[in-house]
């Protein structure tokens, strides 16, 4: 699978996800990640990130240049946070400020767990994503924005 075809797919990934058709969603992921290596799926998780990114400016603008991103983890009365979660959190924190260090960090960590945690951070970072882009569609709604339409 060449570059473009992967970002493609990522983009129905996250259609689908945002549509609420998580099977989809996944059905696509798995196809993604069959033809990916650990380096290509890093740069999945970072096209993911990306476009949580893009969410958070278009809700927020861009911080002050001495600003940082940061996103607040559940409150941990309500019980404790996920790991997998928890790599989402962090991996869309580290990008959306440029610290592609700690992205690569968390990444390595994650891939290097149980294929089936691994999953489940993937699984996460998709939800978070898809999670932010509807909060960012429904402001826009609330706000009698129509959203952009970007091509495939």
């Known amino acids: 699978m060449d570059t473009h075809r992967r970002a493609q797919l990522v983009v129905d990934v996250l259609q689908h996800a945002v549509n609420s058709d998580f099977g989809r969603a996944m059905q696509v992921m798995s196809e993604i990640a069959a033809a990916s290596d650990r380096r290509q799926m890093y740069g999945v998780c970072c096209g993911l990130a990306d476009a949580a990114r893009q969410t958070l400016v278009r809700l927020y603008g861009h911080p002050s240049p001495e600003g940082l991103w940061a996103l607040a983890a559940p409150d941990p009365e309500h019980g404790p946070q996920h790991p997998a979660h928890a790599f989402s959190l962090r991996f869309i924190t580290a990008y959306a400020n440029g610290d592609l260090p700690t992205c ?24 978070d994503v898809a999670n932010l882009a509807s909060v960012a569609l429904q402001e826009l709604a609330d706000d009698g924005e129509k959203p952009v339409q970007h091509p495939h």
């Open 104 to 127: 690569e960090a968390l990444h390595l960590a994650a891939a290097s767990a149980s294929q089936e945690d691994y999953e489940h951070s993937v699984i996460a970072l998709i939800v």
